[in-house]
Every structure is written in structure tokens, then in C-alpha cells.
């Protein structure tokens, strides 16, 4: 069993930046591949990015390469997204969720056994 509480949402302008947090308790954190997805209104859950156990493996969805950054810190138990460049279609709640890291399905939300709440970000013109 693994709790996930994300936070760091809010209101931003485009252009500007914010940095979602992942805390992870229960179990040790290492072990699972973490990731983050998105959902706006009326729309699928997106898979955003993941990274592996060790931090050493990163993938990202096409649609935020070069803007997002994701990055755990495994002492703390503590997944990391860090958001720039936000442009208005980013603006959606934003959900971390964790696998076992030996799972190799990574994109789909049904590959997930842990969720957080979702924090919501909001991303004015």
C-alpha cells in the first residue's frame, strides 16, 4: 500500500512556471516508477511523464518535452514536476500516480496501482 499526496498547483500566467510535488509514504519509495498525469474537462486522463526507481530514467509525452521536468528525491519519498513555459492548454488537474518499477506499461492510467487527489493548475493568457 502506497499514499500519494500531491501539491503545488495554483493559478499562473503563461510563460510562468510552477513545481508539483509527489509525497510518497508506506512503502519503500525506490521501488516504484512514478508518474504524472493530467485531465482537463471533458477529456481522457494524458499521461504526462514518468521516472524510474533509481531516477536515472525519464520519459516524457511529446506535448511537453523541453518545458517539463520530472525528478524524485528518494530520501524524502518525494516525486517532483516541474512546469515552465505553462501555456493555457496545460491548465488541468494534475495527478501523480505509482507502478512497481519492474512494470514495463507506462502510459496508460490502468498500469497504475496508487493515486494521489490530484492538484488542480490553472494557466491564464
Known amino acids: 500500500q502506497v499514499q500519494l499526496v500531491e501539491s503545488g498547483g495554483g493559478l499562473v500566467q503563461a510563460g510562468g512556471s510552477l513545481r508539483l510535488s509527489c509525497a510518497a509514504s508506506g512503502r519503500p519509495f525506490s521501488g516504484y516508477g512514478v508518474a504524472w498525469f493530467r485531465q482537463a474537462p471533458g477529456k481522457e486522463r494524458e499521461f504526462v511523464a514518468r521516472i524510474g526507481g533509481s531516477g536515472d530514467e525519464e520519459t516524457y509525452a511529446d506535448s511537453v518535452k523541453g518545458r517539463f521536468a520530472i525528478s524524485r528525491h528518494n530520501a524524502e519519498a518525494t516525486a517532483y514536476l516541474q512546469l515552465n513555459s505553462l501555456k493555457p492548454e496545460d491548465t488541468a488537474v494534475y495527478y501523480c500516480?505509482?507502478?512497481?518499477?519492474?512494470?514495463?506499461?507506462?502510459?496508460?492510467?490502468?498500469?497504475?496501482?496508487?493515486w494521489g487527489q490530484g492538484t488542480q493548475v490553472t494557466v491564464s493568457s
Open positions: 500516480a505509482a507502478q512497481p518499477d519492474w512494470r514495463n506499461n507506462y502510459y496508460y492510467p490502468r498500469a497504475y496501482d496508487y
